[in-house]
């Protein structure tokens, strides 16, 4: 996501951090790590596969072979561990704001 488009959620988490303390923060790392992961392998992969770059894309292949593989979701929760991460952490931070927000969890 590009820095003009992560200003106002930066605006958001600083207000919360006021608010609240910087719990939310902590609890945005792990979504904000698995974001930059994915980026990285959308970039990697356009630069592999769509600049007709055969370095490239033999380099993509070893960051394969040592890396989990995210950019293809199998769209099953048991298997995607990619997913799961995303879900756990995702969770994490909406219980935060449900409970500080008077709606309870449904």
Not at 32 to 60: C, M, P, S, V, W
Not at 68 to 73: A, F, P, Q, S, T
Not at 77 to 83: G, Q, S, V
């Amino acid at each position: 996501m590009s820095l003009k488009r992560r200003e106002p959620i930066h605006a958001k988490v600083l207000e919360i951090d006021a608010t609240w303390g910087k719990g939310f923060r902590t609890l945005l790392e792990p979504l904000k790590k698995l974001e930059h992961e994915l980026f990285a392998y959308i970039q990697l992969h356009i630069d592999a596969h769509l600049r007709g770059n055969t370095d490239l894309a033999k380099e993509y292949r070893k960051i394969l072979k040592e890396r989990r593989d995210i950019l293809y979701d199998s769209l099953n929760d048991e298997e995607d561990d990619y997913r799961k991460e995303f879900l756990v952490s995702f969770k994490l931070v909406e219980e935060f704001l449900r409970g500080r927000l008077g709606r309870g969890l449904s």
